[in-house]
């Protein structure tokens, strides 16, 4: 369920008329509702319900805007980041220090220290490696880094293969035959608090079985562990769960997803902590689009070439992503078209042999289920600048994001003085 509906024959994002935004702000512009944000929040939480406590931090990395963090926050979300930069953003949208978690698997030494100057709640390892250098922070600093071991399942999550982050072969975590003697030897360290195992094999999972097995593979390592005599309180779950990008198109619901999450951790006597993202975002956000013209080549559907590209919803072009694409204003008449983006190169298309409303030169349309994966991809790939965020809130939006224009960031490059 999401707040971007037709009214009138005219797409709203909740009260707002689309046209009004983009008279207002332009396009394209990625267009998100604080009522979506707020319902999928409160959806995932309750699907929670047969687990006891559990500790939700948004995964920053699917929509890092402060405004949307700032809705999260207010829901009681806290933050899962995997860079300073995150860090410092979900900080500044109000989340939480003790609610934030540091994932991935490259931070660096400035990282590991900011995390530790901030006090998050948790850091989550992804080698042994890392764990001994921030180890030696922490104890350098008079602190202790409470940490959880992020294990490597070798679980295929059937999903993309770049999203994948589960199997053996990827970067991600520790293998997990070697994961309790790590944390044994990590648990040594005055500098650590090692208090917990954590897993993310994946993203836009369409079956809930890989995760489950995932999860029983945890439940396996809790066991060994404190057979070990190493002491266990936390399991992060991670994210991972998918959202339907086709409309009608069927996944597991939140509800089945914390239905199977409270069978599988049965007597784990765990805090469990999740780190959900897409699931969140995804259907609270829209990119709106005009388009530029409608050309023909030989005899197959025109090129309905819109002025959103690439650079702006770099999905479509990384994952051969799907996104319904929808006329803000339909007519009722249809068409098969190649939905494109201006920039030169063939992978900026959208949609090849798409059948959608008939659209013209000038027409406004969407793109949906772009609000998470969206804006925070964009790049100002032949020099386009960067996109501008909207959040509506009932009969009121406001801009959240400014557009970055192509010679802003031309102001950030000089030609040295031995060129002239
Ligand atoms: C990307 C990521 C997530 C969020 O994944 P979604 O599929 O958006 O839910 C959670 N945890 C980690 C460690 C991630 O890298």
Redesign the pocket.
Known sequence: MDHFQLRDGVLHAEDVPLPLIAEQVGTPVYVYSRATLERHARVFRDALSGVENPHIAF?V??NPNLAVLRVLANMGYGA?V?SGGELTRALKAGMKPEDIVF??VGKTHAELLQGLEEGIGQF?IESEEEGYELAAIAARHGKRAACALRVNPDVDARTHEK?S?GKRENKFGVPLDRAADIYARLAQEDGLDMRGVAV?I????ADLEPLETAFGKVGALIAELRGQGCTVTHADL????GVPYKAGEELPSPAEYGEMVARVTKGWSVQLMF?????IAGNAGILLSRVIRSKRSGNGPPFVVVDAAMNDLARPAMYGAWHDFDAVVPTGDRMTAHIVGPICETGDTFAMDRECDALVAGDLAVFRTAG??GATMASSYNSRGFVAEVLVDGDKFAVVADRIAASAIMDAERVPEWLA
């Open positions: 995964a990395k699917s899962d995997v994932s991935g989550n999203i982050t993310h994946g993203s836009q999972l991670g994210g991972g769960l780190e959900p993202g897409r699931v998470a994966y």
